[in-house]
């Protein structure tokens, strides 16, 4: 039988299980934290490569757990995988160990490998400042969807309700500017303002992040006065003209069940690029024989 040189690298020989735990373990505690990492697998290998079945980790912040060998394939894996974390994209990269020729990647030891890098990414965070009938509802009917979930209040009854998903977390706070100072709002978060006497500081201090949706549970005429004020106090009219109110989709909802529906539909339009549109087809006029 024809055996193959094996290239060694220094770092081939390093097992490392991020501080104790495995390269699974490490994974689980990452998804658990909500935090973005990719993972990446041998799936072929050909000659003399380092290593032939083998596993590592890679953290949205660049930390990575595990080898698959070492040495330039290791570190350009290591680029893709980064690049793949930032796009939110999983992708198969090839090379060769080889100094010319495609794919080559300035080693001399002959052999060739195809990864794949599978992102998981971070999941969306829905917010809700307030935790009343509505935003209880939103919480509990949004619980299945894939949301990280933050519930914000000033009062310990609303947060201590038993209908409240226990997955989610409940952030009592003395104030909505207190409680929002505590959150990290970004274009992974979508931001439901449902508190009634106190929605204009909780609308004041959320309009200035990032959000990818920020919704405000209000009439039609509170909401004129609230967009005549933020305009008046130099908000940036991108950020006004961004704002959803009254919010959801027009399911001629009443109930706080209803609104929730109504509400994470339209959240989900966003999120998913959606046109909200019927699927039924245009309906065919029937001729009558």
Not at 10 to 21: C, D, R, T, V, W
Not at 248 to 265: Q, Y
Request: proline letters at 4%; hydrophobic letters at 40%; a neutral charge.
């Amino acid at each position: 039988m024809r055996r193959h040189k094996t290239c060694i690298t220094p770092s081939s020989l390093i097992i490392y299980a991020g501080n104790g735990m495995g390269l699974f373990t490490h994974a689980a505690e990452l998804e658990k934290n909500n935090r973005a990492f990719a993972l990446i697998q041998i799936v072929e290998s050909r000659g003399s490569t380092p290593r032939h079945n083998a596993s590592m980790l890679v953290d949205e912040d660049g930390n990575s757990t595990g080898t698959i060998g070492g040495g330039m394939m290791e570190r350009l894996v290591l680029e893709q995988a980064k690049e793949a974390l930032a796009l939110g994209e999983s992708r198969i990269f090839s090379g060769r160990m080889a100094r010319q020729g495609e794919g080559a990647v300035g080693s001399d030891c002959g052999g060739a490998m195809k990864v794949h890098i599978a992102v998981q990414p971070r999941r969306p965070q829905l917010v809700l400042l307030g935790a009343g009938h509505v935003n209880r509802a939103i919480a509990v009917v949004g619980a299945p969807l894939g949301f990280e979930i933050t519930l914000v209040d000033t009062w310990p009854e609303n947060l201590d309700h038993p209908d409240l998903p226990d997955a989610s977390r409940k952030l009592l706070a003395e104030s909505f500017t207190a409680g929002i100072r505590q959150l990290t709002l970004d274009h992974h978060s979508y931001v439901v303002i449902a508190t009634n006497h106190q929605d204009r500081e909780a609308l004041e201090h959320a309009i200035g992040n990032p959000v990818r949706y920020l919704g405000l549970l209000a009439s039609r005429r509170k909401i004129q006065t609230f967009r005549a004020e933020l305009e008046k106090n130099g908000v940036d009219a991108a950020a006004i003209a961004a704002l959803r109110s009254p919010i959801g989709l027009d399911i001629g909802a009443e109930t706080p069940e209803e609104i929730a529906i109504s509400v994470l539909a339209e959240i989900l339009q966003v999120k998913n690029g959606a046109s909200a549109t019927s699927l039924q087809p245009a309906t065919l006029a029937v001729v009558s024989k």
